[in-house]
């Protein structure tokens, strides 16, 4: 029994014991201890991973394991973490339970509800540990398709169009994907010995780079629908607009980033000669996402289509600073996919929140809600200063290194598109803040508001977990930095050595 | 003989013509038999005596008399094919004279393999071919009692009385 | 030949044995009695189907006539665990009263079928073949027909029989060129001495022709929808399944063996064949209502899907396609075995919008049916994902990189219409949907062992492993 395989066994657990509940309590319970089980490993990880660092353990994968499934495709469950997938891993146990805890009170079909979620965390939870590609591919649209019938029957406004948009296209992207898998495998092995998923195996060949400038669209295509690369990102609005609170945040918070690192760890670290040849084609795309996100955002009058496309604008980057391919911006990359991570969760749980109490997600129909609920308010400007990148958060940190990493480019066309980039900075001020005015500050404009509620101890917990996580690595960036700048070593050696 | 098979061919082709053209559906029945017995010809020229016969009595004999038999039940001597519109006819015509023309091609070419035994007169005699039934293909031959059975429980099958419904 | 020759036929001979032991049965007993036939036949396939799969012998009879190697016992054991599904799925349906007077016609009509499917993937030379095909199809023409008093299942039983004769006129024609080119039926004798010349060719094709009659390939596929949808759900089913699996098996053993010699012609028409099969499938499948109807469609495009496997001729193909077959016995037979339960209880409802919100009243049922759909749609966890997987492993292993993109981008669209139930199912609202009922123990035997081996089968790797090993090619 490895360690890194309770990150799929714990959910499945659940699941099992979700299917025993009697009532929705229990079912809630239950998901919630599970969850809870599952980000102590996460934190358990982190701590464990650190001192093996400590310890002088320099592989490039820690607490690997391997089991032959198929052997005469060599296809594998192998699984293993280097810093990065260790931060993804506890990124994702933090939103996870803070969905749960943000959808207490679901009580339609609560066990489906819950059980689909958590099958949606474990997709996510085995991807991130995989590093087979078969295995990896498996829990990829394992995650994605419980997202069809959370939308579909919890969502609100058109949510079986949303739903089947959103699946569609994810899937389409999981299909383009396979080819690139395909391409990868036939060509993991020239010498004509044995083929194979196995990323770290693939990662010592080099790829006949006729080979790769054909496949790595293939790849880079098929994550970058999840990441919501313009112009495939347009599941992501209708999706997360029509999705039930703690779908929004899941998805948001943790699929979107299935994208980025898919992008990362297999499409460029796997085919880095195409990467640096077709590189800039992708880098344009990104740049268009990073500024049409944000400001299709500023356009919206709906709460949860203005978080949608800030997320369009922020996964750009993410892509966006991928494709630089240096150490610093990549470093930025995944800081940003955690940063973004956890507060467009928060920003969803508020949105779930708030409509949960006013029944509109119009801004325009509401004003002056720092009054009648202070806590959710609070947290709203919280969430919004992270976003437009306020030091002491965890958005400065990543956009600061982003486009420090950008910057070290000198040609033309890389400072063009990391100076067009950096201009959706000021963009995203200007929404937030005009939400945050509207939304917030100024009279109360409907009656009906004056007596709404404040956050229950549930939702004051969900929001106070992710708002702490992201001021703690605002204010403490460096040892994250740190654990994901070794992992990347290896990365940026393969990346340059060919050139 | 080369006289006759080509007399007995051209029977053939033409009965065969007459079937599909002649409009009253008795008529076309006539020149199908004309058509087999012509083939029957054709089988006792090659030596095989009993295909022959068989044909005769399985295919002249039983299957179109049942075939006579229907169409007068069904009182069809009239004739009342249904309308076909004016496209159909010239795509099933263009279709069907290019399958005729790729297959002309296809034969035209083709090798001719030698005749196992020109010599062995004997081949299509009922002992030889009862010989190689019961010998050689013996399998065959048992498979095809199961399917005669199971079209019969079939054929049962549809046509039984329904107990329950009278 | 010797005694224990018969060893080798066993399948057959014990599928002939138990259609003997129904028809006395079925002399011998009384009416009063004959509810007893059903529960028997169903024992006797089940002991059929444990004893194929004891080890046994191999090797060929009739100076090559029939041939037994491990391959082909597999895929008769295969066919044998589809039928038997069949038999189990059938029980409850032939309790009604218009069919309790004819119940172990339908048994022994579907065990001859099953004689001749064993003959055929058995055969070794094209006399055999051709018998077994016969045997495989005409008693399905009168099992379409099985209720007599509905006009679409007459016209089923019609359509099909004139379908089945044409298309074996076809293939008779290629056989007989075949047999003039090269001067015998033996599969091995017509391997070696095949080569390209045009009248080969044009037997070629005309053999193709009538095959993808048999298996629905586009062009050839009219004929599906209409007897699917008329014929009754368990007779469509096993025509879906075990029919098409055995005419699967056998042409891809012949496309390997006796037309090796010009693979590089059948390769080019199977890839323009798969390519229009998977793709115009799928976009019929799209607007049907009735649900027969659209898993006729459905099935056509996965024998696009099945054929992937064939083009590449490599071993790996050939084991992704009997591995496959089986996979799709389990979801396909899962999905009509709902879709039969669900039609008996409520009077022969079997239009989609029927459905909606059929979770919230049947939630077993509902979950099952999703499970099928997504097996067939290639969904992981369940087995259609590794099945799928592993025939697309087979394409991009020769190279034909555009095909596999074809062929993924057609998995997106089945991915649609195979989500349209599930919404019916899960999300749509409904006055009044079909009442809450109890299946009886047949059926509900019949879809655990579909939900079992949608399970096992994809992560149990042996059984994939095991096939492996038999596998052939070119």
Same mark, same amino acid.
């Given at each position: 029994?490895?360690?890194?395989?309770?990150?799929?066994?714990?959910?499945?657990?659940?699941?099992?014991?979700?299917?025993?509940?009697?009532?929705?309590?229990?079912?809630?319970?239950?998901?919630?201890?599970?969850?809870?089980?599952?980000?102590?490993?996460?934190?358990?990880?982190?701590?464990?991973?650190?001192?093996?660092?400590?310890?002088?353990?320099?592989?490039?994968?820690?607490?690997?394991?391997?089991?032959?499934?198929?052997?005469?495709?060599?296809?594998?469950?192998?699984?293993?973490?280097?810093?990065?997938?260790?931060?993804?891993?506890?990124?994702?146990?933090?939103?996870?339970?803070?969905?749960?805890?943000?959808?207490?009170?679901?009580?339609?079909?609560?066990?489906?509800?819950?059980?689909?979620?958590?099958?949606?965390?474990?997709?996510?939870?085995?991807?991130?540990?995989?590093?087979?590609?078969?295995?990896?591919?498996?829990?990829?649209?394992?995650?994605?398709?419980?997202?069809?019938?959370?939308?579909?029957?919890?969502?609100?406004?058109?949510?079986?169009?949303?739903?089947?948009?959103?699946?569609?296209?994810?899937?389409?992207?999981?299909?383009?994907?396979?080819?690139?898998?395909?391409?990868?495998?036939?060509?993991?092995?020239?010498?004509?010995?044995?083929?194979?998923?196995?990323?770290?195996?693939?990662?010592?060949?080099?790829?006949?780079?006729?080979?790769?400038?054909?496949?790595?669209?293939?790849?880079?295509?098929?994550?970058?629908?999840?990441?919501?690369?313009?112009?495939?990102?347009?599941?992501?609005?209708?999706?997360?607009?029509?999705?039930?609170?703690?779908?929004?945040?899941?998805?948001?918070?943790?699929?979107?980033?299935?994208?980025?690192?898919?992008?990362?760890?297999?499409?460029?670290?796997?085919?880095?000669?195409?990467?640096?040849?077709?590189?800039?084609?992708?880098?344009?795309?990104?740049?268009?996402?990073?500024?049409?996100?944000?400001?299709?955002?500023?356009?919206?009058?709906?709460?949860?289509?203005?978080?949608?496309?800030?997320?369009?604008?922020?996964?750009?980057?993410?892509?966006?600073?991928?494709?630089?391919?240096?150490?610093?911006?990549?470093?930025?990359?995944?800081?940003?996919?955690?940063?973004?991570?956890?507060?467009?969760?928060?920003?969803?749980?508020?949105?779930?929140?708030?409509?949960?109490?006013?029944?509109?997600?119009?801004?325009?129909?509401?004003?002056?809600?720092?009054?009648?609920?202070?806590?959710?308010?609070?947290?709203?400007?919280?969430?919004?200063?992270?976003?437009?990148?306020?030091?002491?958060?965890?958005?400065?940190?990543?956009?600061?290194?982003?486009?420090?990493?950008?910057?070290?480019?000198?040609?033309?066309?890389?400072?063009?598109?990391?100076?067009?980039?950096?201009?959706?900075?000021?963009?995203?001020?200007?929404?937030?803040?005009?939400?945050?005015?509207?939304?917030?500050?100024?009279?109360?404009?409907?009656?009906?508001?004056?007596?709404?509620?404040?956050?229950?101890?549930?939702?004051?917990?969900?929001?106070?977990?992710?708002?702490?996580?992201?001021?703690?690595?605002?204010?403490?960036?460096?040892?994250?930095?740190?654990?994901?700048?070794?992992?990347?070593?290896?990365?940026?050696?393969?990346?340059?050595?060919?050139? | 003989?080369?006289?006759?098979?080509?007399?007995?061919?051209?029977?053939?082709?033409?009965?065969?013509?007459?079937?599909?053209?002649?409009?009253?559906?008795?008529?076309?029945?006539?020149?199908?038999?004309?058509?087999?017995?012509?083939?029957?010809?054709?089988?006792?020229?090659?030596?095989?005596?009993?295909?022959?016969?068989?044909?005769?009595?399985?295919?002249?004999?039983?299957?179109?008399?049942?075939?006579?038999?229907?169409?007068?039940?069904?009182?069809?001597?009239?004739?009342?094919?249904?309308?076909?519109?004016?496209?159909?006819?010239?795509?099933?015509?263009?279709?069907?004279?290019?399958?005729?023309?790729?297959?002309?091609?296809?034969?035209?070419?083709?090798?001719?393999?030698?005749?196992?035994?020109?010599?062995?007169?004997?081949?299509?005699?009922?002992?030889?071919?009862?010989?190689?039934?019961?010998?050689?293909?013996?399998?065959?031959?048992?498979?095809?009692?199961?399917?005669?059975?199971?079209?019969?429980?079939?054929?049962?099958?549809?046509?039984?009385?329904?107990?329950?419904?009278? | 030949?010797?005694?224990?020759?018969?060893?080798?036929?066993?399948?057959?001979?014990?599928?002939?044995?138990?259609?003997?032991?129904?028809?006395?049965?079925?002399?011998?007993?009384?009416?009063?009695?004959?509810?007893?036939?059903?529960?028997?036949?169903?024992?006797?396939?089940?002991?059929?189907?444990?004893?194929?799969?004891?080890?046994?012998?191999?090797?060929?009879?009739?100076?090559?006539?029939?041939?037994?190697?491990?391959?082909?016992?597999?895929?008769?054991?295969?066919?044998?665990?589809?039928?038997?599904?069949?038999?189990?799925?059938?029980?409850?349906?032939?309790?009604?009263?218009?069919?309790?007077?004819?119940?172990?016609?339908?048994?022994?009509?579907?065990?001859?079928?099953?004689?001749?499917?064993?003959?055929?993937?058995?055969?070794?030379?094209?006399?055999?073949?051709?018998?077994?095909?016969?045997?495989?199809?005409?008693?399905?023409?009168?099992?379409?027909?099985?209720?007599?008093?509905?006009?679409?299942?007459?016209?089923?039983?019609?359509?099909?029989?004139?379908?089945?004769?044409?298309?074996?006129?076809?293939?008779?024609?290629?056989?007989?060129?075949?047999?003039?080119?090269?001067?015998?039926?033996?599969?091995?004798?017509?391997?070696?001495?095949?080569?390209?010349?045009?009248?080969?060719?044009?037997?070629?094709?005309?053999?193709?022709?009538?095959?993808?009659?048999?298996?629905?390939?586009?062009?050839?596929?009219?004929?599906?929808?209409?007897?699917?949808?008329?014929?009754?759900?368990?007779?469509?089913?096993?025509?879906?399944?075990?029919?098409?699996?055995?005419?699967?098996?056998?042409?891809?053993?012949?496309?390997?063996?006796?037309?090796?010699?010009?693979?590089?012609?059948?390769?080019?028409?199977?890839?323009?064949?798969?390519?229009?099969?998977?793709?115009?499938?799928?976009?019929?499948?799209?607007?049907?209502?009735?649900?027969?109807?659209?898993?006729?469609? #459905?099935?056509? #495009?996965?024998?696009?899907?099945?054929?992937?496997?064939?083009?590449?001729?490599?071993?790996?193909?050939?084991?992704?396609?009997?591995?496959?077959?089986?996979?799709?016995?389990? #979801?396909?037979?899962?999905?009509?075995?709902?879709?039969?339960?669900?039609?008996?209880?409520?009077?022969?409802?079997?239009?989609?919008?029927?459905?909606?919100?059929?979770?919230?009243?049947?939630?077993?049922?509902?979950?099952?049916?999703?499970?099928?759909?997504?097996?067939?749609?290639?969904?992981?966890?369940?087995?259609?994902?590794?099945?799928?997987?592993?025939?697309?492993?087979?394409?991009?292993?020769?190279?034909?990189?555009?095909?596999?993109?074809?062929?993924?981008?057609?998995?997106?669209?089945?991915?649609?219409?195979?989500?349209?139930?599930?919404?019916?199912?899960?999300?749509?609202?409904?006055?009044?949907?079909?009442?809450?009922?109890?299946?009886?123990?047949?059926?509900?035997?019949?879809?655990?062992?579909?939900?079992?081996?949608?399970?096992?089968?994809?992560?149990?790797?042996?059984?994939?492993?095991?096939?492996?090993?038999?596998?052939?090619?070119?």
């Amino acid at each position: 029994m490895d360690f890194l395989s309770l990150f799929v066994i714990v959910p499945f657990l659940t699941v099992v014991g979700i299917v025993f509940c009697k009532d929705f309590k229990q079912v809630r319970l239950t998901a919630a201890i599970g969850m809870t089980i599952q980000l102590g490993l996460a934190v358990a990880l982190i701590f464990m991973y650190l001192a093996e660092r400590k310890a002088g353990n320099m592989a490039e994968m820690l607490f690997m394991a391997d089991y032959v499934w198929f052997p005469s495709l060599n296809i594998r469950y192998a699984i293993g973490v280097d810093g990065i997938s260790v931060a993804m891993i506890g990124l994702t146990a933090v939103v996870v339970i803070t969905g749960i805890l943000a959808s207490w009170e679901v009580q339609h079909l609560s066990r489906e509800f819950f059980i689909s979620l958590i099958l949606l965390a474990t997709g996510v939870f085995g991807f991130f540990i995989t590093i087979d590609l078969f295995s990896m591919f498996l829990f990829y649209e394992l995650a994605v398709i419980p997202m069809y019938l959370l939308i579909g029957l919890w969502g609100t406004g058109p949510k079986e169009y949303s739903a089947m948009k959103l699946t569609l296209m994810l899937m389409g992207g999981s299909a383009l994907l396979l080819v690139g898998i395909f391409g990868l495998y036939f060509n993991s092995n020239p010498d004509g010995g044995q083929l194979t998923f196995h990323i770290l195996e693939i990662s010592k060949v080099h790829i006949d780079p006729m080979a790769q400038r054909f496949f790595f669209p293939f790849t880079f295509v098929g994550f970058g629908v999840l990441g919501a690369m313009f112009p495939l990102h347009t599941w992501s609005p209708d999706g997360h607009s029509s999705a039930p609170t703690a779908v929004s945040m899941l998805h948001a918070g943790v699929l979107m980033k299935l994208g980025g690192y898919g992008c990362f760890r297999v499409a460029i670290f796997l085919m880095p000669d195409a990467a640096h040849e077709l590189g800039w084609i992708f880098l344009i795309l990104t740049t268009i996402s990073v500024v049409y996100g944000a400001f299709g955002a500023i356009q919206q009058k709906d709460l949860k289509y203005i978080n949608a496309y800030s997320s369009v604008s922020h996964c750009g980057l993410v892509l966006f600073a991928i494709l630089m391919m240096n150490k610093t911006s990549m470093n930025g990359a995944i800081l940003q996919m955690i940063s973004h991570g956890l507060m467009t969760a928060l920003f969803f749980a508020l949105i779930g929140m708030i409509y949960g109490r006013t029944h509109t997600r119009l801004i325009n129909e509401m004003g002056g809600l720092m009054k009648i609920i202070p806590f959710l308010g609070v947290v709203y400007v919280i969430a919004g200063l992270a976003s437009l990148g306020l030091p002491g958060l965890s958005g400065f940190v990543a956009e600061m290194t982003i486009f420090i990493g950008s910057f070290q480019h000198t040609d033309t066309f890389h400072r063009v598109c990391t100076i067009v980039a950096t201009s959706s900075i000021v963009i995203t001020a200007v929404y937030i803040l005009r939400v945050v005015g509207i939304l917030l500050m100024g009279p109360i404009k409907n009656k009906e508001f004056e007596n709404l509620g404040d956050a229950k101890w549930f939702e004051r917990l969900s929001l106070g977990t992710l708002v702490v996580v992201i001021a703690s690595i605002g204010l403490a960036p460096l040892w994250l930095s740190n654990m994901i700048n070794d992992s990347l070593v290896p990365i940026i050696e393969k990346l340059t050595m060919n050139l | 003989m080369t006289f006759l098979f080509y007399l007995l061919a051209a029977v053939a082709i033409l009965s065969a013509l007459m079937v599909v053209f002649s409009r009253s559906p008795i008529n076309s029945v006539i020149f199908l038999i004309i058509c087999f017995l012509s083939i029957a010809g054709h089988y006792i020229l090659l030596n095989a005596q009993f295909l022959a016969v068989v044909h005769i009595i399985v295919y002249t004999g039983a299957i179109m008399v049942l075939f006579l038999f229907v169409i007068m039940l069904l009182n069809l001597n009239t004739s009342n094919e249904p309308h076909k519109s004016q496209l159909t006819r010239i795509t099933a015509v263009i279709t069907g004279g290019l399958l005729l023309l790729v297959l002309i091609a296809a034969t035209k070419d083709a090798v001719l393999i030698q005749a196992k035994n020109p010599a062995d007169y004997n081949i299509g005699l009922v002992k030889q071919i009862g010989q190689t039934l019961f010998k050689q293909f013996l399998l065959p031959f048992e498979i095809s009692s199961v399917l005669f059975i199971s079209a019969m429980v079939g054929a049962v099958m549809l046509g039984k009385k329904d107990s329950k419904k009278n | 030949m010797r005694l224990e020759d018969f060893l080798l036929m066993r399948h057959e001979l014990l599928l002939t044995l138990i259609a003997i032991i129904i028809l006395i049965a079925e002399i011998f007993t009384d009416d009063f009695k004959k509810q007893g036939i059903r529960p028997l036949s169903i024992i006797l396939m089940a002991i059929v189907t444990i004893v194929g799969f004891l080890p046994a012998p191999t090797g060929t009879l009739f100076g090559g006539m029939y041939q037994a190697t491990d391959m082909r016992l597999m895929m008769k054991n295969i066919l044998n665990i589809g039928a038997l599904i069949v038999f189990i799925q059938s029980a409850s349906w032939l309790k009604s009263d218009d069919n309790q007077n004819k119940v172990s016609e339908f048994f022994l009509l579907l065990i001859s079928t099953l004689i001749g499917m064993n003959f055929m993937i058995s055969s070794g030379d094209f006399l055999m073949f051709y018998l077994g095909l016969e045997l495989a199809t005409i008693p399905i023409a009168a099992l379409a027909a099985y209720d007599r008093y509905s006009n679409k299942s007459s016209e089923a039983g019609i359509k099909l029989i004139l379908i089945s004769a044409l298309s074996s006129g076809i293939l008779l024609y290629g056989i007989s060129m075949i047999y003039g080119t090269v001067g015998s039926v033996y599969f091995d004798k017509v391997s070696v001495a095949y080569g390209a010349t045009p009248l080969q060719i044009m037997s070629f094709i005309f053999f193709f022709t009538g095959m993808a009659f048999k298996i629905s390939i586009v062009p050839f596929h009219l004929w599906t929808a209409d007897v699917y949808e008329g014929a009754p759900v368990n007779v469509t089913s096993y025509l879906s399944v075990v029919s098409k699996g055995a005419a699967v098996f056998i042409f891809s053993i012949m496309l390997v063996t006796v037309f090796q010699n010009i693979a590089a012609m059948w390769k080019d028409v199977m890839w323009i064949t798969a390519a229009i099969t998977m793709t115009l499938g799928n976009l019929f499948a799209m607007r049907q209502n009735n649900l027969k109807r659209f898993l006729a469609f #459905s099935s056509i #495009s996965q024998a696009g899907f099945i054929m992937l496997g064939i083009i590449g001729g490599s071993e790996l193909g050939m084991a992704a396609v009997v591995y496959y077959i089986l996979v799709y016995i389990f #979801s396909n037979l899962g999905a009509f075995g709902v879709i039969a339960a669900i039609s008996n209880a409520s009077g022969g409802k079997e239009n989609m919008s029927d459905y909606d919100g059929l979770y919230k009243t049947n939630p077993a049922l509902s979950l099952t049916l999703t499970l099928a759909l997504f097996s067939l749609a290639g969904i992981p966890p369940v087995a259609g994902f590794f099945g799928k997987f592993f025939l697309f492993t087979a394409v991009a292993e020769k190279g034909y990189w555009w095909l596999l993109t074809i062929a993924v981008l057609n998995t997106i669209i089945s991915l649609y219409y195979y989500l349209l139930p599930v919404k019916a199912m899960f999300i749509n609202k409904a006055e009044t949907s079909i009442a809450y009922f109890k299946s009886d123990g047949w059926t509900k035997v019949g879809l655990i062992i579909c939900v079992a081996g949608m399970v096992i089968v994809g992560f149990a790797s042996v059984i994939f492993e095991y096939i492996r090993t038999l596998s052939f090619g070119l």
